[in-house]
């Protein structure tokens, strides 16, 4: 019933972009706070970026930050990451996750993969 998807992931060269899309069904998104993490064989999870649920307030991990935008369409009931300027230490598996504030994880979407390679 409640479910995030993420989709946008894929192989991308140095220096180009992604946007990634969490479409979530079975409830409204716009109630929540929904983050992006992601995580690499090897490395801990990593809180990337989140938008809050009560006043739409942003905020970035230090290593992507002035490189990534969250952003939100409530109408379309989705969250999207504009990821620009990538580096090969954003290669990663990314999940986005719903809860009342930022950085909880009460619903999580199974990950889509980033691969930013020469």
Known sequence: ????????????????????????????????????????PGKEREGVSCISGIGGSAYYADSVKGRFTISRDNAKNTVYLQMNSLKSEDTAVYYCAAAERCWDHDYWGKGTLVTVSS
């Open 1 to 40: 019933q409640v479910r995030l998807v993420e989709s946008g992931g894929g192989l991308v060269q140095p220096g180009g972009s992604l946007r990634l899309s969490c479409a979530a069904s079975g409830f409204t998104l716009d109630y929540y706070a929904i983050s992006w993490f992601r995580q690499a």
